[in-house]
């Protein structure tokens, strides 16, 4: 049974940082050809995949968010970790991290819970400005 957990802080003033991590057990995030992604959903809003990082170390971001976001991982402890810049109100979401990747329809990608076959339970990012 492959299981994900985000963890980090609820709550991120406007301008810093957010540093979240994705830990996971039942699966190796090096072995095999997965994709383990970030996706957020804003209140309200549908779903928006932030990035990946392959089980190559390969990464790959959202063309909207790529300017100030970077996934990188700890192999020793099987986790990912999503770090986004200059946070504003604006970026206020539920934060998932799952297993899989986005497809394109029609050159654009789309984000579907179907594409992905694992998930964490999501965590609650606020930005206070």
């Known amino acids: 049974q492959v299981q994900l957990q985000e963890s980090g802080p609820g709550l991120v003033m406007s301008s810093q940082t957010l540093s979240l991590t994705c830990t996971v057990s039942g699966a190796s995030i090096t072995a095999g050809s997965f994709f383990w992604s970030w996706i957020r959903q804003p209140p309200g809003k549908g779903l928006e995949w932030i990035g990946y990082i392959h089980g190559s170390g390969t990464t790959y971001y959202n063309t909207l968010l790529k300017s100030r976001t970077a996934i990188s991982w700890d192999t020793s402890k099987n986790q990912f970790i999503l770090q986004l810049m200059s946070m504003t109100p604006e970026d206020t979401a539920v934060y998932y991290c799952?297993?899989?990747?986005?497809?394109?329809?029609?050159?654009?990608?789309?984000?579907?819970?179907?594409?992905?076959?694992?998930w964490g339970q999501g965590t609650q990012v606020s930005v206070s400005s």
């Open positions: 799952a297993r899989g990747r986005p497809k394109r329809v029609l050159g654009s990608i789309v984000t579907q819970r179907e594409d992905y076959d694992y």
